[in-house]
C-alpha cells in the first residue's frame, strides 16, 4: 500500500487561506477535516460522504435557508458563524418547528486568516450543540481577495413541525394580542456600533439566540391560540407587523410605553437617527396570540431566560389600509410604517 | 437618556397642550411653520398633531438640505464621479435621491462609479491620504450647521499639503429661503402666504445665532421663535408663538437659550466665512432659484473647490409640474391636495424635494400622519 504523502499540519495560528483550500484537492480536505469537523464535529460529517442521510421524526418536516453577509464578521455578542446557525434555527423555529438539521456553506476569501475562520467554525459548533441542532452537510469554497468581503456563509435548516399546528398570518383576528419576547434593536445596534466610521462606545451586546426552546414552551402554553411567530429581523418590528397586517389584511395599534428598548440602544439610535423598531433583532420574536390565552403565553415566555422581558405590546384592529398604528408616550400617534431605503443616519 | 427625558414628558406636554388651547382665540386658525427636519420629526414621531389643539396647525418647512437639494446638482454630482479619476465621498442620506433622469448616486454606484458613503469630513480626509492617486471630492451639503465642518477639512486639507481633496460645494442659508417663502411669487399676484409665524432653526442658530431672522421678523411682520428640536420644545414654542399673535408682536424670541445666543458662534462664523462667500443665486427644490442663499468657496480656495477644478457646467432640470412642493412650502396646499401624493410620489420613488427625506413635508405625512387623513373622512 503506498504510504500517505507527508502534509503539513494546517498552521491555525498564522495561516491563511489560499485559492488552493477551495480547489478541491488535498488542501481543502485538510481545511474541512482540520477545521470545520473538528468544530462541528458528529457521526454524519464523519463519515465524509457528500450528502448525510437522517432519520425524521413524526410530523411535516420544515426548511428554511438564509445567507449571511453580516459587516463586521465579528462584533459584541457573537460572530457570523453564530449568526448563521441562530438564524436559520430560528426561522425553522417561527413555523412552531423543532429545528434538527443544518447544512452550512461557505464562500471565503483568499488571504482569510486561519485563526478567525477557526473561531468562526468554533461557535458555529457550539451554537448548534447548544441549540441541540447538528450542522451535517457543507461546502466550501474560496474566492480571490476582494470578492466576499471577508466571508460569506449560507444555511439552511430542516425540522419538524408536529401535527395539528399551522402558524400563518391570516390566522390573526381583531382583537389578539402582540407579544414580544424581550427589548428591540439590540442586534442592529451592535452592528451599527461596530461599523467602521462609526465606532462609539457602548454597552450594547447583540441579542443573536436561538429561540426554539421559548418556542417550544410558548407552544406547549398557548397551542393554536398563537397564530402567528415572527422573527423581526432586518427591517425591525416594523417591518414585521406591517407584513403581518398585509397578509391578515387587520392593523395593529401598539402602546409605544410597553414596548421594552434598553436606554444604551435607544441612545444609540436616537444619536444615529434611527428609529428602534425599524433595527434588526436576532434573537427576539414578535407572537400574535388568542387574547383569552396571552396570558398563559406571555407567562410561559416569561419563564424563559429569553423571553424574561417579554411584553405585550398592543392588539390587532379592524383596519382597511392596515396601518399599524402607535401611541407615542407623548399622548400623540402616528403610523409605524416599513422602512424605505437604506437606514442611515439623519445629517443634520 | 435622562437629559433627554426631561424633555419628553408626558405631563408638561399636556399642561403646555392646555395652555396653549387657552391662550389660542378658538374662532382664529394659528398657522405656524417649523422650519427644520428636525422640528417635523418631532412633531411626527411623537404625534404632536394630536396634542395641540385643532385650530393650531403645523406646517411642514424646507425640510432637510437633501430635500431642497435640487436635481440639477444630483446630475452634475453623478457626472462628477463618472469620471474615472475621481473618488466621490457622500453622506448616506444623499445616496437614493433622484437625479433628473431617475438616476441616483446609488445606481451611478451600482454603473461602476467610485462613490463611498461616509459619516464625516475627515472620512474623507482619510480616503484621500489613503489613495494619492485618486481625486477625492466631498460631496458638501447643508445649512448653516454644517457649512464649518466643510471649513475645517479644507483647512486640514491646506495644512496636510493634500493636492487630490476638493469639495462640491452645495451649503445653503436659512435665512435667504424663509425670506424667499415669505417673499413668495405669489404674493406679487395677489396671492397669500398662510404663514403666522415660525418655529426658527434650532441647530443652525446656534452657529448663526438669532440676529440674522430679525430682519425678517420686521419686514414681514411674522413672528419667529427659535425652536429646540425636542417635543417639549416645540410645544413651548408654539405658545410663544400663539401669545405673539394675540398681542400683535413680530418679534424674534429665543426659546432655546440654552444653546442658542444672539450673536451665534463667532468663531465658526469667521471660518466660515474666511473660506466661503455667497453665490449670486442657488437653486432650491421646490423654490426655485434663490438669491444669495447659497456659499461657494472664495477665489483663494480655487483648487479646492470641485466645480473649477473639474469645470463642471451648471445644469438646470425643471421640477415636475404637477409637484405642489412650493405652494406647500408657503402653507397654500396640504401634501394630500396633490394629485400625485401617495399615487406616483412616494417615498421609494419621490417626485418632488418634500418626498425625499422622512423629514419632508410629504414624506413626514406619508410615514407618520396619512391615518389621520382616514380618519378625517370617516369623521
Ligand atoms: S406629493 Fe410629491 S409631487 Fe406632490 S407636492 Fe409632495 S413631493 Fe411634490
Known amino acids: 500500500m503506498r504510504a500517505m504523502a507527508y502534509q503539513r499540519k494546517l498552521d491555525i495560528k498564522n495561516g491563511r487561506v489560499d485559492l488552493s483550500h477551495g480547489a478541491g484537492g488535498r488542501a481543502m480536505a485538510q481545511l474541512i477535516s482540520g477545521l470545520f469537523h473538528e468544530a462541528f464535529g458528529n457521526e454524519w460529517l464523519a463519515r465524509g460522504n457528500d450528502q448525510a442521510a437522517f432519520d425524521v421524526g413524526a410530523g411535516r418536516m420544515v426548511m428554511t435557508t438564509d445567507g449571511y453577509v453580516v459587516s463586521p464578521l465579528f462584533f459584541p455578542g457573537g460572530n457570523i458563524g453564530s449568526l448563521a446557525v441562530h438564524g436559520t434555527i430560528n426561522d425553522v423555529a417561527m413555523g412552531g418547528a423543532r429545528p434538527l438539521y443544518l447544512s452550512a456553506s461557505f464562500i471565503i476569501e483568499e488571504g482569510f486568516r486561519f485563526s478567525d475562520l477557526k473561531t468562526i467554525a468554533d461557535s458555529m459548533g457550539e451554537a448548534a450543540r447548544a441549540a441541540g441542532v447538528y450542522i451535517i452537510t457543507g461546502d466550501t469554497k474560496v474566492v480571490e481577495r476582494g470578492k466576499a468581503d471577508g466571508m460569506f456563509i449560507s444555511t439552511t435548516g430542516v425540522g419538524v413541525l408536529a401535527d395539528g399546528l399551522d402558524l400563518s398570518a391570516e390566522k390573526a383576528r381583531v382583537g389578539d394580542r402582540v407579544l414580544v419576547s424581550g427589548s428591540l434593536g439590540d442586534h442592529g445596534a451592535a452592528i451599527m456600533s461596530r461599523r467602521q466610521n462609526l465606532a462609539f462606545e457602548t454597552e450594547i451586546v447583540s441579542d443573536s439566540a436561538a429561540l426554539h426552546h421559548l418556542v417550544a414552551l410558548m407552544v406547549a402554553a398557548g397551542g393554536s391560540s398563537i397564530r402567528v411567530m415572527r422573527d423581526p429581523t432586518r427591517g425591525g418590528l416594523a417591518a414585521t407587523l406591517n407584513e403581518i397586517a398585509h397578509q391578515s389584511g387587520l392593523g395593529f395599534r401598539l402602546q409605544e410605553k410597553a414596548i421594552p428598548v434598553k436606554p444604551a440602544v435607544a441612545a444609540a439610535c436616537e444619536l444615529l437617527g434611527l428609529d428602534p423598531l425599524h433595527v434588526a433583532n436576532e434573537g427576539k420574536l414578535v407572537a400574535i396570540v388568542a387574547p383569552d390565552m396571552a396570558d398563559a403565553v406571555l407567562a410561559a415566555m416569561r419563564a424563559h431566560p429569553l423571553g424574561c422581558d417579554a411584553a405585550d405590546i398592543g392588539e390587532a384592529v379592524a383596519d382597511n389600509h392596515r396601518f399599524v398604528q402607535i401611541s407615542t408616550s407623548f399622548g400623540g400617534g402616528r403610523i409605524v410604517d416599513w422602512l424605505w431605503g437604506e437606514q442611515l443616519p439623519r445629517i443634520c | 437618556m435622562k437629559y433627554a427625558d426631561e424633555f419628553r414628558d408626558k405631563t408638561i406636554a399636556q399642561g403646555l397642550a392646555r395652555a396653549i388651547g387657552a391662550e389660542a382665540e378658538s374662532q382664529r386658525e394659528y398657522r405656524f411653520m417649523e422650519f427644520c427636519g428636525g422640528h417635523t420629526h418631532a412633531i411626527s414621531r411623537y404625534g404632536l398633531e394630536d396634542i395641540l389643539p385643532a385650530n393650531v396647525c403645523m406646517i411642514h418647512g424646507p425640510g432637510c438640505p437633501v430635500c431642497v437639494l435640487p436635481a440639477s446638482r444630483i446630475d452634475m454630482a453623478i457626472r462628477l464621479a463618472e469620471r474615472p479619476e475621481v473618488t466621490l465621498c457622500v453622506y448616506g442620506d444623499l445616496m437614493r435621491v433622484p437625479g433628473s433622469q431617475g438616476k441616483s448616486l446609488l445606481s451611478a454606484k451600482a454603473y461602476g462609479a467610485d462613490i463611498r458613503m461616509v459619516y464625516s469630513t475627515l472620512d474623507a480626509i482619510r480616503i484621500a491620504e489613503q489613495a494619492p492617486n485618486r481625486e477625492v471630492v466631498f460631496f458638501a451639503i447643508g445649512f448653516e450647521t454644517t457649512t464649518p465642518p466643510t471649513a475645517v477639512m479644507i483647512r486640514l486639507a491646506e495644512k496636510k499639503w493634500l493636492k487630490n481633496v476638493s469639495v462640491f460645494c452645495n451649503h445653503v442659508l436659512t435665512p435667504a429661503a424663509m425670506h424667499n417663502i415669505l417673499e413668495g411669487p405669489d404674493i406679487h399676484n395677489g396671492g397669500r402666504i398662510e404663514i403666522d409665524g415660525f418655529v426658527g432653526p434650532a441647530?443652525?442658530?446656534?452657529?448663526?445665532?438669532?440676529k440674522p431672522y430679525e430682519v425678517l421678523a420686521e419686514q414681514f411682520d411674522k413672528p419667529i421663535v427659535i425652536g429646540g428640536f425636542e417635543p417639549l420644545d416645540m410645544m413651548q414654542a408654539i405658545l410663544m408663538l400663539v401669545r405673539q399673535v394675540n398681542e400683535g408682536r413680530y418679534e424674534v424670541e429665543n426659546q432655546y437659550s440654552r444653546a442658542v445666543t444672539r450673536k451665534g458662534n463667532r468663531r465658526a462664523q469667521e471660518e466660515v466665512s474666511d473660506i466661503f462667500e455667497?453665490?449670486?443665486?442657488?437653486?432650491?427644490?421646490?423654490?426655485?432659484?434663490?438669491?444669495?442663499?447659497?456659499?461657494?468657496?472664495?477665489?483663494?480656495?480655487?483648487?479646492?473647490?470641485?466645480?473649477?477644478?473639474?469645470?463642471?457646467?451648471?445644469?438646470?432640470?425643471?421640477?415636475?409640474?404637477?409637484?405642489?412642493?412650493?405652494?406647500?412650502?408657503?402653507?397654500?396646499?396640504?401634501?394630500?391636495?396633490?394629485?400625485?401624493f401617495g399615487t406616483i410620489c412616494t417615498p421609494e420613488i419621490p417626485i418632488g424635494s418634500c418626498m425625499v427625506s422622512s423629514e419632508g413635508a410629504c414624506a413626514a405625512h406619508w410615514t407618520y400622519g396619512r391615518f389621520r387623513d382616514h380618519q378625517l373622512r370617516r369623521a
Not at chain 2, 203 to 208: A, K, N, P, R, W
Request: glycine residues 8%; contains cysteine.
Open chain 2, 203 to 210: 441647530h443652525v442658530s446656534t452657529i448663526i445665532g438669532t
Open chain 2, 278 to 340: 455667497l453665490r449670486d443665486h442657488f437653486e432650491w427644490r421646490g423654490l426655485g432659484l434663490v438669491p444669495h442663499s447659497g456659499l461657494k468657496l472664495k477665489q483663494a480656495y480655487a483648487q479646492f473647490d470641485a466645480e473649477m477644478r473639474f469645470a463642471m457646467h451648471e445644469v438646470r432640470v425643471a421640477d415636475n409640474p404637477a409637484c405642489e412642493c412650493g405652494a406647500i412650502l408657503r402653507g397654500l396646499k396640504r401634501p394630500v391636495d396633490c394629485k400625485l
